[in-house]
């Protein structure tokens, strides 16, 4: 086979590819999307200048709140861990949401009509530049709005074991980056869970494209002393939250 041949085949193999790579949506053209539920660290570090901090002392007014609960809750938050403390860590991710989460989420109750808020479940959320694309279905998130999500306020990302993403750190602040972004504001807060264990999460917006992002202790929910602190805390949110809407 002579060379000129061997060229014009080529460029051949090289258009086939091209045209593939189009029909696959991997056009070089194309913003490239990210989905929340599979992005990982290495991919926010392409996008973003993040840095974890390691100065808890950011913590210190919400984790040391001074927030009462009743009797009443703590035994309902008691009779919620001898229901589900065997099971916790086997759980699937929707068992874990209905059984546990969802039950503490509700005892909170986000939800308020004269505040026109609400919590929202596998809410569809995207963050658009020119640059990328962030966009999925988030698992829990507060927002300002009744009948759609207007400002996202508060975002909790659970993590499913099966799952081949399974770090669900990044993908919170993948959602929290997103929000604070569209939201045109400096810090944001959330949590993730990782089957009992909780992590609640502070990110700071610093320029244009950098931010850091504070982890907390770990709170063991299987634990009541651990789980009537992440009631407070959530507690805490949810009274920082209405005097936001307020505002």
Not at 66 to 95: A, G, P, W
Not at 144 to 154: A, D, H, I, Q, T
Not at 216 to 226: V, Y
Request: proline share 2%.
């Amino acid at each position: 086979m002579n060379t000129e041949i061997e060229l014009k085949l080529l460029k051949e193999i090289e258009e086939l590819k091209r045209k593939f790579s189009i029909l696959e949506g991997k056009n070089e053209n194309q913003i490239p999307t990210y989905q929340y539920r599979k992005i990982r660290d290495i991919d926010l570090k392409e996008l973003f200048d993040i840095e974890k901090n390691l100065d808890d002392s950011i913590f210190d007014e919400w984790l040391n709140n001074k927030i009462e609960i009743n009797n009443s809750i703590e035994v309902f938050l008691k009779d919620l861990i001898e229901d589900n403390k065997s099971l916790i860590e086997s759980y699937s991710e929707e068992d874990l949401k209905v059984n546990f989460i969802v039950p503490i989420l509700n005892k909170i109750r986000f939800k308020s009509f004269e505040k026109k808020m609400r919590d929202f479940y596998e809410l569809r959320m995207t963050y658009k530049t020119s640059k990328f694309i962030l966009n999925g279905t988030i698992d829990f998130v507060v927002s300002e709005g009744l009948v759609e999500s207007k400002k996202p306020y508060f975002f909790i990302q659970e993590f499913k074991r099966s799952e081949e993403y399974g770090n669900p750190r990044p993908q919170l602040l993948a959602e929290l980056i997103s929000a604070i972004e569209l939201n045109d504001w400096k810090f944001i807060k959330g949590a993730y869970i990782i089957g009992g264990s909780w992590h609640f999460a502070i990110l700071e917006k610093l320029n244009v494209g950098k931010y850091q992002y504070f982890i907390s202790q770990n709170f063991d929910s299987t634990k009541i002393d651990d789980l009537i602190l992440i009631y407070k805390n959530l507690l805490f949110v949810k009274n920082e939250i209405i005097s936001m809407v307020k505002t």
